[in-house]
């Protein structure tokens, strides 16, 4: 278990291997959830995407051009668990 000390500020200052562990880097948020029993779950602030950020991200991986029904079929094989 690691303990952190509060300053008189109120503020903690995260150990290097404890913010490794999160999977947080410098310049990124986390997100502190308060528990009714007085705990509170920590964990990496993750950005949620959007359609921008997804739209052209496999752009350029492949010379393949799929058409809607090939998108549609490949989408009903996920949904029944096939591959």
Do not use: C, Y
């Not at 291997?17 to 528990?35: F, M, N």
Request: charged share 25%; net charge positive; glycine share 12%.
């Amino acid at each position: 278990m690691t303990t952190l000390t509060v300053t008189a500020k109120g503020q903690v200052t995260f150990r290097k291997d404890v913010l490794q562990h999160l999977g947080i880097r410098p310049g990124e948020k986390i997100e502190l959830d308060l528990l009714p029993d007085g705990r509170g779950l920590l964990k990496a602030a993750r950005p949620a995407g959007t359609i921008d950020g997804f739209v052209g991200l496999l752009a350029g991986r492949t010379n393949k051009v799929a058409s809607i029904e090939d998108m549609n079929d490949a989408t009903a094989q996920a949904w029944a668990g096939k591959e």
